[in-house]
């Protein structure tokens, strides 16, 4: 069992043994997992697994050490994506020696990572262009895949860099016209969906279409709340908050998404999110309609 991959998820996402191991179980039995390698009941590790969005197969290596390490390293390059790490996930892609990709699946997965990464530092659009598409082309058309949705997504983002919004709105709507109906098979289609739902809402949000915007990030909300999972709720019910305000939605209902805004990112210790929502409880502030309003 891979104990060091369970250690590096409960501190990625900032968590202590006490934090963790609360209303699950005790944090001496954490401990000695931890430490001593002593193994807690099924029971117990499926919950500790899923309150740190891991799949319980994540700790047990699979067969062939060359392919599991890499698996590894695209796993962790994704955390680190979905922490906004984009530094550390691309330290980690470029370590990678792409030719020991040998299953499809494993290509796509890379070429996802590389692709957003480059996106989303708004690097070389024709290095990620090339490997959206490759996902794109290589994928099979008669089922479902999860990464095509996310290349379709990152072709969005990298559409709406430069400006070129028609072309964005194709492939985010291509993107979120069958993320409704994909079924959630792993703990990463969660995060993945929920990546989706974001970059999606946050597009629809840029060029004023408050209502589609909403509708996803909403989605979004209800997906984290069915699976129990809380780091991208800080981002959606931010967005949901700034849009409220676009909108000049009663104050009430803008203070509640403030409040559950601050409440997620405090949970997930997201700093990049609390020093957002400081700036923007001050922009809330010099509104008239806070006037008589106090913000913590």
């Given amino acids: 069992m891979d104990i060091q991959r369970f250690i590096s998820a ?3 996402l900032g968590y202590s043994q006490k934090e963790l191991s609360e209303g699950i179980c005790t944090q001496t039995t ?19 697994c899923h ?13 062939g050490v060359e392919e599991n390490e890499l698996n590894r390293q695209l796993a962790q ?11 550390k996930a691309e330290e980690i ?30 690097g070389t659009t024709a ?7 490759r996902i794109i082309d290589e994928a099979p058309k008669e089922e479902m895949e999860i990464l095509v949705l996310l290349a379709y997504t990152g072709m969005g983002i990298l559409y709406e860099n430069i400006g070129e919004i028609q072309k964005a709105e ?30 999606c809402g946050s597009f629809y949000a840029n060029i004023e279409d408050y209502q589609t915007s909403d509708a996803l990030l909403t989605h979004g909300v209800e997906i984290c709340s069915d699976n129990h999972v809380t780091y991208y709720l800080a981002r959606m019910t931010f967005q949901l908050a700034k849009n409220a305000v676009a909108q ?23 700093m990049i999110e609390l020093k957002a929502l400081e700036d923007f409880k001050q922009e809330l502030m010099e509104n008239d309609a806070f006037s008589e309003i106090v913000l913590y």
Wanted: positive net charge; charged residues 25%; contains cysteine.
């Fill in 10 to 12: 409960r501190k990625a």
């Fill in 77 to 87: 390059a994704e955390f680190n994506f979905i922490l906004r790490e984009y530094q």
């Fill in 127 to 133: 290095e990620a262009f090339f490997y959206f598409n």
């Fill in 248 to 270: 000049n939605k009663d104050c009430y209902e803008i203070m509640d998404l403030y409040y559950s805004t601050k409440a997620y990112a405090k949970i997930n210790k997201n």
């Fill in 51 to 63: 309150r740190l969005n891991l799949g319980l197969g994540e700790l047990f290596p699979e067969v």
């Fill in 170 to 199: 194709y492939f985010f709507n291509k993107a979120i016209t069958d993320v409704y109906r994909y079924p959630i098979k792993e703990t990463h289609d969660i995060w993945r969906l929920l990546n989706i739902m974001y970059y």
């Fill in 93 to 122: 892609l470029d370590k990678i020696d792409s030719t020991l990709l040998i299953e499809p699946r494993q290509h796509w997965y890379y070429d996802y990572l590389k692709g957003y990464v480059i996106a989303l530092k708004k």
């Fill in 30 to 48: 954490l401990s000695r997992f931890e430490n001593n390698g002593q193994i807690p009941t099924v029971k117990i590790l499926i919950q500790l």
